[in-house]
């Protein structure tokens, strides 16, 4: 599109949590209308929007807005848009670089959550029960980070701030980590789990990375090892991870993404030894929808100014 199609484009909101704080921001910038599902709008209604801010859309329903021309996502991921009927040429943009903090953060929490218990700790209350306890220290250990983009980076900056190595895994290895004791290559994960304590996987979904945490990777880890899975649910072999849990293979993990979500209630994760269930929050903090509209702003302002959108993405095939 011209710079001068990007003035007024005619925006729709569909983001069920997200689209009351979001619409304020957007008013002054372009005319916004919300709708909690594409499905809310008349033929005509969705023929006009250019514009769509959203994040996750059933299959096909993409196809339902001929005159799209720019996806903003309120989350990161892209893997599902091919299936929901993105038409290609479709500029895509998204909000990476909003929850890096807050998701960095819940991954340190979650594996010294992990590391001290804590789990075990809130069920003895109910039992009465006194222990001896088999927590153990992240300061002096080695924490393997898997994928080193924003967020894995600063995991890296949170976890060596606290007294740990960290050993970063990138797709080549080529290119040194900032505060990374070593870098290498996701074709020695397995080589590298056998010299870490822990490992916390930031991982995209690629055709590369699905499964890339699998049985070899597990089984390489050391007795007592703690994983953390905050990057997309499709790169730890699932059926992997809950036999390391159930032999006592690993001290234990937190899972804050998943393959069906929400996770059913009958789902037989919820029973694995050892396995926490986030329901994929690690994303959130108060100030997540300005955030976001400052993401949608900032691009806009890039288009309007003639410059590429600062937070363009390229949308690949379908991973699955």
């Given at each position: 599109?011209?710079?001068?199609a990007?003035?007024d484009?005619?925006?729709?909101?569909?983001h069920?949590?997200?689209a009351?704080?979001?619409?304020?921001?957007?008013?002054?910038?372009v005319t916004?209308?919300?709708a909690t599902s594409?499905r809310?709008l008349?033929?005509?209604?969705l023929a006009?929007?250019?514009?769509?801010i959203?994040?996750h859309f059933?299959?096909r329903?993409?196809?339902?807005?001929?005159?799209l021309r720019?996806?903003?996502?309120?989350?990161?991921g892209?893997?599902?848009l091919p299936?929901?009927?993105?038409?290609?040429?479709?500029l895509?943009t998204?909000?990476?670089?909003?929850?890096?903090?807050s998701v960095?953060?819940?991954?340190?929490?979650?594996?010294l959550?992990?590391l001290?218990?804590f789990?075990?700790l809130?069920?003895?209350?109910?039992?009465?029960a006194w222990?001896?306890?088999?927590?153990?220290m992240?300061?002096?250990s080695?924490?393997?980070v898997?994928g080193?983009?924003?967020?894995?980076r600063?995991v890296?900056?949170?976890?060596?701030?606290l007294?740990?190595?960290?050993?970063a895994?990138t797709r080549?290895g080529e290119?040194?980590v900032?505060?990374?004791?070593?870098?290498?290559?996701?074709?020695?994960?397995?080589e590298?789990?056998?010299?870490a304590?822990?490992?916390?996987c930031?991982?995209?979904?690629?055709?590369r990375?699905r499964?890339?945490?699998?049985?070899?990777?597990?089984s390489a880890?050391?007795?007592?090892?703690a994983l953390v899975?905050?990057?997309?649910a499709?790169?730890?072999?699932d059926?992997?991870?809950?036999?390391?849990?159930?032999t006592?293979?690993?001290r234990?993990?937190?899972?804050?993404?998943?393959?069906i979500?929400?996770?059913?209630a009958d789902?037989?994760?919820?029973?694995t030894?050892?396995?926490?269930?986030?329901?994929h929050?690690?994303f959130a903090?108060?100030?997540e929808?300005?955030?976001?509209?400052q993401?949608f702003?900032d691009?806009?302002?890039?288009?309007?100014?003639g410059?590429?959108?600062?937070?363009?993405?390229?949308?690949?095939?379908h991973?699955?």
């Open positions: 599109m011209k710079t001068s990007w003035h484009p005619r925006v729709l909101v569909a069920t949590a997200m009351e704080e979001l619409l304020p921001h957007l008013e002054p910038l916004a209308v919300r594409l809310d008349s033929r005509s209604e006009g929007v250019e514009v769509l959203g994040h059933p299959e329903s993409l196809a339902l807005l001929p005159g720019w996806l903003h996502l309120t989350g990161t892209t893997d599902h299936a929901a009927g993105l038409a290609p040429g479709t895509v998204n909000s990476a670089r909003v929850p890096v903090e960095a953060e819940y991954a340190l929490s979650a594996l959550m992990l001290k218990e789990p075990t809130s069920a003895r209350p109910q039992r009465r222990h001896t306890s088999t927590a153990t992240l300061c002096g080695t924490v393997l898997v080193a983009g924003r967020i894995g600063s890296i900056r949170k976890v060596t701030a007294g740990a190595r960290c050993v895994v080549t290119r040194s900032p505060g990374a004791d070593r870098t290498v290559g996701a074709d020695r994960l397995a590298a789990a056998a010299t304590d822990h490992m916390v930031c991982l995209p979904a690629t055709a990375t499964h890339l945490v699998d049985g070899d990777v597990l880890l050391p007795a007592g090892a899975n905050v990057g997309r499709t790169t730890v072999d059926k992997a991870l809950h036999e390391a849990l159930e006592g293979a690993l234990g993990a937190l899972l804050d993404v998943h393959d979500e929400p996770l059913p789902d037989p994760r919820w029973r030894p050892g396995l926490v269930i986030s329901p929050c690690a903090f108060p100030g929808p300005s955030a976001v509209g993401a702003e691009n806009l302002t890039d288009l309007r100014a410059r590429t959108a600062r937070d363009a993405v390229a949308v690949g095939p991973p699955g």
